[in-house]
């Protein structure tokens, strides 16, 4: 089900635009995710879908993100989506400590579908044994988004810090078991 991100009370955005995403766990090993801006997509910097490879760096742009947390626990998985269809993955070992690319997760083919007030991201990952295992995860979905003029908004399903930071694990607010979505 379709979830509301909210804009961070820190953040603006002048383009009157509504976020929404969605995640599933159709099997253990397995996550889908769906985001869909409505609204003045053309006020915003979306670059048309290219080559999909990864990229760092995304986060500064247009950019959709998912924080995955295997319960119990507190190492976590960043996801950077573009428009673009550039992508990054990382793991971390606990709050914003031990980066490194997560090599070992890449995602499936980004489909990107855009129209005069819609923009909609959709991909599916596979993910590695070692989350597959979790029976509960922890997820936080954002989205950093470039309006044309270059301002920059923030967008959560929680919001717990005074100033945007996504990867606060209090953020990470919608859960998934396996097989259910």
């Known amino acids: 089900m379709p979830r509301p991100l909210i804009l961070h009370p820190a953040s603006r ?3 009157d635009i509504a976020i929404e995403a969605d995640a599933c766990r159709p099997h253990a090993d397995r996550l889908d995710l769906t985001y869909v801006v409505s609204g003045q997509v053309s006020a915003l910097f979306a670059p048309a879908s290219d080559a999909q490879l990864r990229t760092d760096g995304l986060w500064k742009r247009t950019c959709f993100e998912a924080f995955l947390q295997p319960a119990p626990g507190e190492a976590y998985i960043e996801f950077n989506l573009a428009p673009s269809g550039h992508w990054a993955t990382y ?3 606990r709050y914003r ?3 490194r690319d997560a090599a070992d997760v890449t995602p499936g083919p980004i489909a990107v579908l855009t129209g005069p007030d819609r923009l909609e991201l959709t991909v599916s990952v596979e993910l590695p044994a070692s989350e597959a295992a979790a ?3 922890r997820l936080g979905l954002t989205a950093v988004i470039e309006e044309l003029g270059g301002r920059v908004s923030y967008w959560a399903l929680a919001h717990p810090s005074p100033q945007p930071d996504f990867h606060n694990a209090a953020s990470f607010v919608a859960a998934l078991s396996q097989g259910v979505s």
Do not use: K
């Open 135 to 137: 029976r509960l995860w």
């Open 97 to 99: 400590q031990g980066m």
């Open 91 to 93: 793991r971390f070992d």
């Open 13 to 15: 955005s002048g383009a």
